[in-house]
């Protein structure tokens, strides 16, 4: 049997805040509802609020949808510097759980990265299995969260609308701003370029499943060609 990996997902809010906005503490079980239902069928265990800390798991192939999380938190919560973190691995105990703690490698990994996020300038953090990739990738959402904590109230107000599918023209009215005044706040927010770097990003996540497999697969098919030539002599 192939290892049964999972992308766990920490979302880690800044507690003292929360508390001290008490209108975005109440509105967060809904939000977290809101959360589960976006992006239920990339899920194999829902979102779950605890302190203040959010966590859920992903099916590993769903791995790169965690740009689309980090988008999705940014815009509908305005929390304030969120951090993020993801890892590829595996758990000790079933994930069909209600209130009983999930360990193993994988929670670890996620951790680790979690703290890295909070080093520096960094609010994002991903452990992946090949060096190479994790590497390349952190280094992509470093680039992908300077542009993305440059933006206003104003661009994120244009870039919801745009991500649900509205023409600028369309924002313009939705707004009560001009069509000219939508092309400057995206292009304030460089949000082409920021769509390249998601892209990027979620295209390399992509790969996380096959570079993990394959190894697996490769060793799996060397024993059985050494077993078959055994059996044969």
């Given at each position: 049997m192939p290892p049964t990996l999972y992308a766990g997902v920490k979302i880690q809010l800044k507690k003292a805040e929360l508390l001290s906005a008490a209108p975005q503490a109440t509105q967060l079980p809904g939000f977290i509802e809101d959360l589960n239902q976006a992006f239920g069928s990339s899920l194999v265990n829902p979102f779950r609020l605890k302190s203040a800390e959010i966590t859920g798991f992903l099916q590993i192939q769903d791995a790169w949808r965690f740009t689309e999380l980090i988008q999705y938190v940014d815009l509908e919560l305005y929390a304030a510097c969120p951090r993020y973190a993801l890892g590829i691995g595996t758990l000790t105990k079933n994930l069909n759980y209600e209130t009983a703690e999930v360990d193993g490698p994988l929670l670890r990994i996620v951790n680790r990265a979690l703290k890295a996020a909070s080093?520096?300038?960094?609010?994002?953090?991903?452990?992946?299995?090949?060096?190479?990739?994790?590497?390349?990738?952190n280094t992509l959402?470093?680039?992908?969260?300077?542009?993305?904590?440059?933006?206003?109230?104003?661009?994120?107000?244009?870039?919801?609308l745009v991500k649900r599918g509205?023409?600028?023209?369309?924002i313009a009215a939705s707004l009560g701003v001009t069509q000219a005044a939508i092309s400057q706040r995206l292009k304030h927010a460089r949000w082409e370029l920021y769509q390249e770097i998601t892209e990027t990003l979620q295209e390399l996540l992509t790969q996380v499943r096959w570079k993990t497999l394959l190894p697996w697969d490769i060793n799996k098919k060397r024993r059985r060609n050494r077993q078959q030539g055994q059996e044969s002599n």
């Open positions: 080093v520096g300038e960094r609010d994002v953090a991903v452990r992946l299995p090949s060096p190479f990739l994790t590497k390349m990738v959402f470093y680039i992908e969260s300077n542009l993305r904590n440059n933006w206003s109230e104003a661009h994120r107000d244009a870039i919801k509205l023409t600028q023209v369309e």
